[in-house]
């Protein structure tokens, strides 16, 4: 069973959007965060704990971006 990531748009005001074609990424400051679409072309991104963005790449809900 994969676990969807989900995000909330800034655009349209809608929370829990399914995160399209996700690519995680490593912040600065050693955190995790999620970047992708919800499929209208509206960018997205959302921050993830270190089990939560480790998880998603092995369920490949999302590519690994470092």
Known sequence: ???????????TKEKNVP???AVITK???????AQGNDGKGN??????????????????VATKGW
Not at 6 to 11: G, L, V
Not at 45 to 60: C, D, H, P, R
């Open 43 to 60: 960018k997205m991104t959302t921050m993830l704990s270190e089990a939560n963005a480790l998880e998603a790449i092995k369920n490949n």
């Open 27 to 33: 912040t600065t400051r050693g955190g995790y965060m």
């Open 19 to 21: 995160l399209m074609d």
């Open 1 to 11: 069973m994969s676990k969807m990531l989900t995000a909330y748009c800034m655009k």
